[in-house]
């Protein structure tokens, strides 16, 4: 079993910027793939990016705000958000898919933009 625990959620005025962080119990240099993924109230959880050995993949509406990354000697995957907006509110959950198969899922951290 792998826990992944997010940080760095919290208030920020619109156009500020977070960084979040998702820990993991196990190695990161295992992973096939990690990524960042969100759900905000009444709306489907959706992938916001993604990253696959030196590979990244954003969706449309954070491309140009939002950085990848991961410290595999930290076994972190981060996430930089800049210029923040009212909608990119929502719960953020880190999600690892390890070369053997397996799936796992962070507790989530919530991200709040608001004045």
């Known amino acids: 079993q792998v826990q992944l625990v997010e940080s760095g959620g919290g208030l920020v005025q619109p156009g500020g910027s977070l960084r979040l962080s998702c820990a993991a119990s196990?190695?990161?240099?295992?992973?096939?793939?990690m990524g960042w993924y969100r759900q905000a109230p009444v709306k489907e959880r959706e992938l916001v990016t993604s990253?696959?050995?030196?590979?990244?993949n954003y969706a449309d509406f954070v491309k140009g705000r939002f950085t990848i990354s991961r410290d595999n000697a930290k076994n972190t995957l981060y996430l930089r958000m800049n210029s923040l907006k009212p909608e990119d509110t929502a719960v953020y959950y880190c999600?690892?898919?390890?070369?053997?198969?397996?799936?796992?899922w962070g507790q989530g951290t919530q991200v709040t933009v608001s004045s």
């Open positions: 196990r190695s990161i240099a295992s992973t096939y793939s």
């Open positions: 999600r690892a898919i390890y070369n053997w198969g397996a799936i796992y």
């Open positions: 990253i696959t050995g030196d590979n990244t």
